[in-house]
């Protein structure tokens, strides 16, 4: 057998270790775009997203700080659009767990009354015995079965995201108290602020321009009234009082057995909010019809506030 030189045999020794590591990897397909990618090397490669409600009917994970969601051992990519999951099936008063998966390498959701455990290759939460499924939240379904954001509190925080979760507090003002009752003024039909309700310690000043976001408001009164004319509105103003706008009315049912009303003021105080430089008080008035017996015990404000941007 003739010599060899020894470049040659170098160049054949390299020539065969490319090729044996070429089969040993497997190749690289010509015109494939993974989906996918190794296991998370680092704990913000694990959960980049967030859980919300998108509707009274559906919940949406959404990506947060990034768009990558660890699931069955890989990395996978969340859609810009997020990934939604409705209420289908679903039984009223009832927690369900949240679950991410891949299928046919698109991403979707489960909700499961199947609590999560921690998976013991990864460390991450998962669906007790199932490794292709995510943990990540869980839900508490209304006495509808939907997702409906139901008063009296605490109703935001029927939904719960396991990554970068929404902390949420609450702001309880009590504009009037009487445990007794306080008839209200005669007012002639027109709309007065009554007695106390005029008083600076019963007016909440409100600096809408807080980065924390509203995410749930109601009034809530107590009173008596023996006709159906009698009113009472919630409304904000500027110091004087000026600038009065109606917030939201309510309209006694003339029963003369005390009552407790409650309306929704979620969007009148959202839209206060969307203006960076406001800065109002709130207080009531009260409208009473002729000599009609109208007593008031009790009116009074709650706030829940989430605690960073989870709004768009």
Known sequence: M????????????????????FLILGGVPADST????APATTSTEIGQCRLTRQSNTALILKPYNGNRLFINGLVETIPSVGVTVNNTGLTADT???????????AMKMELSTLAPSTDSRFGHRIKTSDTTRTYVGNVRTSASSDFST???????????SWFNPIHYIRTDV?????????????????YAFTGAALSSSAWLWVPFNMTAKIENAKISIGWTTNNIGNKIRLVHFDDGPKNIVQ????????????????ADITSALRSLQKDQSVFKHIGFQTLKINATVYTLHRVN??????LDDARE
């Open 247 to 262: 917030i939201v009315e309510l309209v006694g049912g003339g029963t003369g057995k005390p009552i407790n009303s409650v």
């Open 95 to 105: 927690v369900y767990y949240v679950y991410a998966f891949m299928d046919a390498g």
């Open 2 to 21: 003739s010599a060899v030189s020894f470049p040659v045999r170098m160049l054949i020794s390299i020539f065969y270790i490319l090729c044996l590591s």
């Open 34 to 37: 993974p989906s996918s990618t």
């Open 150 to 160: 139901t008063l009296p509190f605490p109703v935001a925080s029927s939904v719960r």
């Open 301 to 306: 404000i709650e706030i829940l506030w989430a």
């Open 174 to 190: 009590m504009l009037f108290n009487s445990p007794w009752g306080q008839e209200a003024n005669d007012t002639g039909g027109v």
